[in-house]
């Protein structure tokens, strides 16, 4: 049992300081690495807590997709930090005081909304499950009976933002270059080439002013 509760407070440790400096790194490169080694130590304390699914789902969506997919934009955009930071201070006090909040009532739903989950020292230690008992088909089990309906819910905001995201991408751009197929097939021919009638050039008028530069030649020498 230590050595669980041993690695239990190394991978907390690291998690809590790559949370950290996600929040204070000034390169937001550095700010998307941090975050993706906060995301490995959660898998590791879901692993801890026998939660398999979970904890190898973080690390296939979140550190193999989606992370991977912060990253490379984040490298790929220009991003002004000076501009982000101005402010900061301004309003790190009503950003405390919600963090503060939220960290409270975090608190206080793990501490009093799961009580079955929490076992005396009276009892003799944690529940222990049967040899043949299965994590996924038990979160499957919840998920589409009690909880059928939140995922349902759910479900349909990301549809909402999936095609909101798709609307927005296809907007018309005014600096587009594409032209339109049937304004291409109805050109005509008289429509492409214009003859437009120009005056004959005259030998004289350029040789004038070549005569007159002459004497002002044979002056300077």
Known sequence: MAFQTGFFYLFAAVLLFAALRVVTARNPVHAVLYLMLAFS??????????????GITLVLVYLGAVMVLFLFVVMMLDINTDAIRKGFWRHFPLAATLGAIVSAQLVAVLWAGFPELTVSAEAGGRAMHAPGHNNTYELGLLLYTKYLYPIQVAAVLLLVAMIAAIALTLRERKDSKAINPGLQVKVRAADRLSVVAMPATQKGSNAAPQADAQPQQGGQS
């Open 41 to 54: 130590q959660a898998a590791a304390l879901w692993l801890l807590l026998k939660a398999e699914f979970l």
